[in-house]
């Protein structure tokens, strides 16, 4: 039998091992994986590793934020992510009150479509509840959008929702299958803080971490997780940063609430010392990049497998408008790039440092996120039927990070000169190839909204 495409010769790789073989492709999915297999077209992958498409279930493309746009627009953003090794990414269509969230991504899908290089999904973000939006949360997950956001934070930004908002959402959300990411941090405790760094004196970039202790987010990890168990909600933590947040994760999943979290490589590999450099505000995200404790203790949660994803949370602003902070560390643009170096970051630092099993790495940016997102097995896995969603990596390859050689419209890189081993060469997402020896090769529009199935039994637990 011929096949449209084989990738021939690689050590072909998922969370259960490496074996030595062939990967047949037709049209847009997996056909066969084998010995000897035969195609109108082939790739050489020998000494190469064939892995299943990154994931990233946490971007922020041309996101208004901070009085700017964030830099990297669908179309280069995900350009960049396929330069990476992310076949799929999720985004998000945050509402806009008094829009409805129907109206926000339908506006948000009007943004992407037609631009994005890879496959994509949205989660639809809650800035209010009440009646309307919880007659609204059945027809959004029987869409294929079965995840949503709240913020515990960001007040002035008409984004915030109260305890009881987020019990309701978690309460409703789980009747239909679906799953409650929140942003958690304290804005009550963060105000105390600038209040008294301001009284203090105290406006430059390390200013942010100050104010921003591990205990602004470990409390509100810790009273999300209350309210999903009370609730009966499937909860996820984005973006976690604390040991203290990973204490009351694994007491709350040992008590048997429905809690899964994530963590990325910033906070893994950066911490708060990087403020204090002359362009210390460059690294400013929320919640802030912490102490060396601190990532300990997270590589710990993930090697554990009570942290379950690596994301990104990527929000690229330029040198320029992080300049807009003008020495005011509240006026920041907050937010990094980071997708284009999840793959190599977390192959180089994680399992060539002895950190992480390939296997398991594959499970925290492919399998972890395909399962929990709604997308397995059609994204995530190298199987029989899959899209056929491929990376072809070279474990042996040395690169040295420079926003330089990077596909991203930032100007800077918060990894700029780190020296890994491991590098994505050639993409394809769903059988076409889009990344070829490290050269884009791919175009605006073929990137196809994922619809995605339920994520929880429906009922809650």
Known sequence: ????????????????????????????????????LSGRETIDATGKLVLPGAIDVHTHFQLPFCGTVSADDFENGSKAAAMGGVTTFIDFAIQAKPASITEAIEARRGEADGKVCVDYGLHAALTEWNADRQAEIGGIIKSGIPTFKMFMIYKSQGWQSTDADLYCALREVAKHGGMVGVHAESDDLINLFQAEAEREGLTGAYTHAITRPAVTESEAVARAINIADAAGG????????????????????????????????????????????????HFATCPPIRKPADQERLWEGLSSGSVEVLATDTCTFTSEQKAMWGGDYRKIPMGMPGIEVLLPLSYSKGVGEGRLELGHMLELLCENPARLFGMWPRKGTLSVGSDADVVIFDPDLQVTISHRDLATNCDYNPFEGTRVTGWPTTTLVRGRVVVRDRQFVGSPGYGRFVKREPVAPVDGR
Do not use: C, N
């Not at 091992?17 to 990967?23: C, I, K, P, Q, S």
């Not at 609430?257 to 910033?266: F, K």
């Open 1 to 36: 039998m011929t096949y449209d495409l084989v990738i021939k010769g690689g050590s072909i790789a998922s969370s259960s091992g490496v074996t030595r073989g062939d990967l047949a492709i037709r049209g847009e999915t997996i056909a066969a994986l084998g010995a000897d």
């Open 234 to 281: 499937r909860l996820y933590i984005v973006h976690m940063s604390t040991g203290q947040s990973l204490d009351h994760l694994e007491e709350g999943i040992l008590r048997g609430v429905d809690v899964h979290a994530e963590t990325g490589p910033h906070y893994l590999l950066l911490d708060d010392e990087l403020f204090k450099r002359e362009q210390g505000h």
